[in-house]
C-alpha cells in the first residue's frame, strides 16, 4: 500500500505543466484531486516518476456560463458542479449526476477533467458528457485540440488523450427546451454506477422530437443508445414505445460482468435505469 517514490512538481502556468509534461515523457502523470491515481500508486498499478499537481492552474478551474455554451475547467471539482447555481440553471443535468456521485469527501477533491481521463467504465460523467454533446478541450506540447465527448472514450481506462496532453477544459451546448434526467444503480460500496443512465428529451411545441440517451457503467465504456434514441421523436410515454426503447436501447452490447453483477443482472438494471430516466424526463 506504500507507493514507489516519485518526484512531485507543482506548476504554476499551464505552460508550465505542458512543459513538465513534455520533459518527463511517460514517466510523469498529471495529478487533479488524486482521488484515482493515488490509489493506483499505492496499488501499484501506476509507478509515475514524477507527478505533476495541476490544481494551481487557474485557467483549469471555474465555471462559465456563456448565452451557447457552458465551459468548465477540468480541475473544477465535483461539489462544485453540484452546488453551483447559476450551472443548475443552464445545465440542470450537471448538478443531478455531481450529487451522485460517491459522497461528501470524494466530491470535494475529484475533478470533473480527472474523472473523465481516468475513463472508469462505471464513472458518471462519461454518460453525461455524451448526452450532453460535449467537447473536450485538450493541449499539449504538439499544440491544442477540440475532442467530441462520443470520440473521446476509446475503452476500458482508455481515451483519446495522447502522452503528455492535459484537458484544459470541458465545453457543452445550452439547449433551449430540454427535460433531462439521471438514474445510476450506486455500488454499495463505492458509490460507482453499476449502471448510470443520462436521458436528454428535446421538445418542440410541448412535444418531444428526440434527444440522447447516454449509459455508463454496463459495457466497457460509455455509449450512446443509438438505436433507443431513434424512438424518442414523438415520445409521450406509451408503454408500447417503452418496452421497444428499452428493447433496442442494449441490443448490440456487450456487458460487463463481475462478483457484484453478472451480464444479465446489469442489463436488467440497465433497462431498468433507463425506464426510471425516461419517467423522470418526461417529468
Ligand atoms: P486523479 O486521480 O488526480 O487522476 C486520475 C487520472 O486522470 C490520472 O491518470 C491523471 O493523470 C489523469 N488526469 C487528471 N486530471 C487530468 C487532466 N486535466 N488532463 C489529463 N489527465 C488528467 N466517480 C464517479 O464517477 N462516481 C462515483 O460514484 C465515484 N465513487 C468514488 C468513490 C471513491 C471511494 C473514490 C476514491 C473515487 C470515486 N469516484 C467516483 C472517482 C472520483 O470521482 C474522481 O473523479 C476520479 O477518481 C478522478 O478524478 P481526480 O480529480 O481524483 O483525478
Same mark, same amino acid.
Given at each position: ?35 484515482? /491515481? ?38 473544477? *471539482? ?40 481516468? %475513463? ?15 467537447? @473536450?478541450?485538450? *493541449? ?17 481506462? #482508455? ?7 492535459? @484537458?484544459?477544459?470541458?465545453? @457543452? ?6 427535460? #433531462? ?11 460507482? %454506477? ?18 440522447? @440517451?447516454?449509459? *455508463? ?26 418496452? =421497444? ?8 452490447? *456487450?456487458? /460487463? ?9 446489469? /442489463?436488467? /438494471? ?5 425506464? =426510471? %430516466? ?6
Amino acid at each position: 500500500m506504500i507507493p514507489n517514490a516519485f518526484d512531485y512538481v507543482r506548476p504554476t502556468t499551464l505552460q508550465g505543466a505542458v512543459a513538465a509534461l513534455a520533459q518527463h515523457g511517460e514517466a510523469a502523470r498529471p495529478m487533479a484531486g488524486g482521488h484515482s /491515481l493515488l490509489p493506483m500508486m499505492k496499488l501499484r498499478l501506476a509507478g509515475p516518476d514524477v507527478l505533476i499537481d495541476i490544481n494551481a492552474l487557474s485557467e483549469l478551474h471555474g465555471v462559465a456560463i456563456g448565452p451557447d455554451e457552458v465551459t468548465i475547467g477540468a480541475a473544477t *471539482t465535483h461539489a462544485t458542479l453540484e452546488h453551483h447555481a447559476a450551472l443548475a440553471q443552464a445545465l440542470p443535468l450537471m448538478p443531478l449526476v455531481a450529487h451522485q456521485i460517491a459522497d461528501t469527501t470524494v466530491r470535494n477533491r475529484g475533478t470533473l477533467g480527472g474523472s473523465l481521463a481516468h %475513463a472508469d467504465p462505471s464513472a458518471d460523467w462519461p454518460a453525461a458528457m455524451l448526452a450532453l454533446d460535449a467537447r @473536450i478541450d485538450v *493541449t499539449g506540447v504538439a499544440g491544442s485540440r477540440s475532442i467530441a465527448a462520443a470520440d473521446f472514450f476509446e475503452g476500458l481506462f #482508455t481515451t483519446a488523450l495522447q502522452p503528455g496532453e492535459l @484537458i484544459v477544459a470541458v465545453r @457543452i451546448p445550452v439547449q433551449h427546451g430540454v427535460r #433531462t434526467a439521471y438514474r445510476k444503480f450506486r455500488h454499495p460500496a463505492s458509490g460507482y %454506477a453499476v449502471v448510470g443512465v443520462a436521458v436528454v428529451l428535446r421538445f418542440e411545441r410541448g412535444t418531444c422530437c428526440g434527444g440522447q @440517451i447516454a449509459v *455508463t457503467g454496463l459495457a466497457d465504456r460509455a455509449f450512446r443508445a443509438k438505436g433507443a434514441e431513434l424512438l424518442l421523436a414523438g415520445f409521450t410515454g406509451q408503454a408500447d414505445r417503452i418496452e =421497444r426503447l428499452l428493447h433496442l436501447a442494449f441490443a448490440d452490447v *456487450t456487458p /460487463l460482468a463481475d462478483r457484484f453483477a453478472d451480464a444479465e443482472y446489469r /442489463l436488467q /438494471l440497465g433497462r431498468t435505469m433507463l425506464r =426510471r %430516466a425516461l419517467t423522470d424526463a418526461l417529468g
